[in-house]
């Protein structure tokens, strides 16, 4: 067998599990994913993916129609497909409390290690608090049949929804952690065989134990969000003194220490990840005793939620100081853009404090409706832009799609009641709108025309 037919499973089939069966397949693989979603494995079976992600479709179908790629709710078919098992289970911030829950990733190794027979190697993907894979390593010593030799390592995930095919084929690193007791581990081998084509083109490859693995995600996600609250810190200053932040992130971006991306400044960060994470490592580390480490995520937390009041207090503004009754149009749902995923956005949390307020809220997004209406039923919806702007005192964007970026004024002077526009993500051209005869406000300071 060469490289390119090797037997993968992938146990869960979410956002992380589907991308990574699809595009394991993709690489040349023979690929089985599992979900105990009947629900989700029956359409991805039929080629549809059951939340939006650019070109993952296509993926999926070219490589279950050319046979590579199947699903199932059965663990021992996984067991008995091939050695090699991924895991990218959800790792969602506990009920009460803000530590990582790991229950999911538990569940699958209890399912999945009890029917092994043989060597096999089970690969972690899903993001954990540090210390995890020891103790489902302790987990796997228990369960596996006499005889067998289940082994586990763990390679962290850093794909980014909106291009997820693009991060899992071209990915910037790889990072694999292996048990540091174990001297005859496979990993190395069987992760430089899987990714061989990735590999030759000169992705770096970071070998190293579990505990750096995992830490290696989670520091890179608090390093992110720690960019972006910083940049929002900043632009609350720029707030008081009428400087433009966005400028100001351009002349420090220039200087390649820090970089421009992920300094945007607007309404912060959401989605399923970055919130999350940054509290489950800081849950983590007080638990191991560093109370004091990380003690300033506490302030990039902080710095984000009240970007959010930022936004609903310059919506009111723009109302005249009271949002009670009037027509407010919100342009974008989704956490970001290219993504259907509404999972703590900034966007429909403003949109939720203004109708708290007693405003008539009215939301559109490209792609995150079904999701919005699911987890925001007291919101009205439209269905476009300018359907969502009909008779609006108050339009604001809160995402940046490139349909509202590119939206010319014109086309919504004559649906609205005012002509009266917030941006929530210093999006759009404030020239352009000026000079239609919109007021124009930006979160985060001046803009210049
Ligand atoms: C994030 C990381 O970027 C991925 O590398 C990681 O693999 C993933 O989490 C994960 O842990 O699974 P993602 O949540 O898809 O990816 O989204 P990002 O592109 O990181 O954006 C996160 C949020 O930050 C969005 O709400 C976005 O609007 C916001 N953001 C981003 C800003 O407010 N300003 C910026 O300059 C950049």
Request: hydrophobic share 45%.
């Amino acid at each position: 067998r060469t490289h390119k037919d090797m037997k993968l499973t992938t146990i869960g089939c979410g956002y992380l599990g589907a991308t990574h069966a699809a595009c394991m397949a993709e690489l040349g693989h023979h690929v089985l994913g599992v979900d105990v979603d009947a629900e989700k494995v029956a359409r991805l079976r039929d080629g549809d993916v059951p939340f939006f992600e650019p070109g993952l479709a296509d993926v999926l179908r070219r490589n279950i129609d050319a046979g590579r790629l199947q699903f199932t709710t059965d663990y021992h078919e996984v067991a008995a497909f091939g050695s090699v098992h991924f895991l990218g289970v959800g790792t969602p911030q506990q009920q009460r409390g803000h530590a990582a829950d790991t229950g999911h990733v538990e569940a699958a190794i209890d399912s999945l290690t009890p029917l092994l027979r043989g060597q096999h190697l089970i690969i972690g993907k899903s993001t954990v608090p540090v210390g995890t894979a020891a103790s489902l390593a302790q987990r796997i010593a228990v369960l596996a049949a006499p005889g067998s030799d289940v082994e586990l390592a763990w390679s962290p995930e850093f794909l980014r929804e909106g291009f997820a095919v693009e991060d899992t084929l071209e990915p910037d690193r790889l990072v694999l952690g292996t048990d540091p007791q174990r001297a005859d581990s496979i990993a190395e081998q069987v992760v430089a065989e899987v990714y061989r084509e990735v590999l030759e083109s000169g992705t770096p490859f970071i070998r190293t134990d579990w505990a750096t693995a995992e830490l290696v995600k989670v520091a890179a996600n608090a390093f992110l969000a720690t960019k972006i609250s910083f940049i929002n810190a900043v632009s609350e200053v720029c707030e008081i003194v009428d400087a433009d932040v966005s400028t100001l992130a351009d002349a420090i971006g220039y200087d390649q220490r820090i970089g421009r991306k992920f300094l945007n400044a607007g309404v912060g960060f959401g989605g399923g990840c970055l919130p999350k994470d940054i509290r489950a490592f800081m849950a983590r580390a007080e638990e191991l005793g560093a109370n004091q480490a990380l003690r300033f995520l506490r302030e990039v937390d902080a710095v984000n939620m009240r970007r959010r009041g930022a936004l609903v207090d310059l919506v009111a503004d723009a109302c005249g100081g009271e949002v009670l009754g009037t027509n407010i149009a919100m342009l974008g749902a989704a956490f970001k853009p290219e993504s259907d995923d509404v999972r703590d956005s900034p966007a429909l949390n403003v949109a939720g404090q203004l109708a708290l307020r007693g405003a008539p809220v009215t939301v559109f997004d490209p792609k995150a409706m079904d999701n919005s209406r699911r987890m925001y039923p007291m919101l009205r919806y439209a269905e476009s832009a300018s359907d969502a702007c009909e008779q609006a005192d108050v339009v604001v964007v809160a995402t940046e799609w490139a349909e509202f970026v590119h939206m010319a004024p014109e086309e919504l002077t004559p649906v609205v009641r005012n002509r009266v526009i917030v941006d929530g993500r210093r999006c759009l051209d404030p020239g352009m709108w000026r000079s239609a005869g919109w007021t124009y406000s930006a979160i985060g300071g001046a803009t210049r025309d």
